[in-house]
């Protein structure tokens, strides 16, 4: 594999090895070996000890986009998905130490700077969602807001929230614009849902995800489309 294009100089190849729960210890990085990739199941939260990584992403046209160095004292592999949205490689040799995923809270507790990375990485995942939905222009407007949902459930999660309940404070206008679709079909779509038993409305909370299992099946485009995600048409003739 070719190391992408950035303005580091270096070996052309990058080492690629097999990641393992290393929590509590140091892992050491040779100049250019990938540390995670876009897609990788989260397995840590690593701490730079020495070195640099550059972390980027890959557009949808193949280009790489260079999203941040991170240095001795940084923290990378935050965020609410359970997958990384981006690649991390070391730009020289370098070190990290590993941290359990549910380490997060302790780890940026009284760090300003590290708080700020954390935020700043879950807004670059929730970007990466809503990239990922709007590009499947095809996909079915219910598939799209059950991902958004599970999507806000995680980092609802993560705050220490209830992830089953997800409150009005977003205007529904905010969420179909996220999505990329029109009021009318974010409205059919929470009807689906909720058509389905995924979903139902709460007094005081705002929506209650009744079943999350299943909702992140239908997120994931997991087989066919459930039978109560029935085509427009169909529905609204049935509601009608």
Same mark, same amino acid.
């Given at each position: ?18 990641p ?6 140091v ?43 991170a240095?001795?004292?940084d ?22 130490r ?19 990375r ?39 999660r ?9 409150? !009005? ?6 969420? @179909? +614009?996220?999505? *990329?679709?029109?009021?009318?079909? $974010? &409205?059919?779509?929470? %009807?689906?849902?909720?058509?389905c ?12 995800l009744? !079943?999350?299992?299943s909702?992140?099946?239908? @997120? +994931?485009?997991? *087989?066919?489309?459930?039978?109560? $995600? &029935?085509?427009?048409? %169909? ?6």
């Amino acid at each position: 594999m070719l190391r992408p294009g950035s303005s580091d100089t270096g070996s052309t190849t990058l080492v690629r090895k097999t990641p393992a729960r290393e929590v509590g210890k140091v892992r050491s990085l040779t100049r250019d070996e990938i540390l995670f990739e876009s897609g990788d199941l989260k397995r840590n939260i690593y701490r730079v000890e020495t070195g640099a990584l550059c972390v980027y992403r890959t557009r949808p046209d193949g280009t790489t986009e260079i999203v941040e160095y991170a240095l001795a004292g940084d923290l990378v592999g935050m965020g609410f998905l359970e997958r990384h949205a981006t690649h991390a490689r070391a730009s020289v040799n370098s070190s990290v130490r590993c941290f359990p995923l549910d380490a997060a809270d302790k780890l940026i507790a009284g760090d300003a700077h590290n708080k700020a990375r954390f935020d700043e990485a879950v807004e670059r995942e929730f970007i990466f969602r809503r990239e990922s939905l709007v590009s499947a222009s095809s996909q079915h407007p219910a598939i799209r807001l059950a991902a958004f949902l599970t999507a806000v459930s995680q980092r609802t999660r993560e705050e220490g929230g209830d992830p089953t309940f997800i409150d !009005d404070s977003v205007n529904c206008g905010v969420i @179909a +614009d996220f999505l *990329g679709i029109t009021i009318e079909e $974010l &409205a059919l779509a929470l %009807t689906q849902l909720e058509t389905c038993g995924l979903i139902e409305t709460a007094p005081r909370h705002g929506l209650r995800l009744k !079943d999350l299992a299943s909702l992140k099946s239908v @997120a +994931d485009d997991v *087989g066919p489309a459930p039978a109560c $995600l &029935a085509p427009k048409g %169909t529905l609204l003739k049935a509601l009608q």
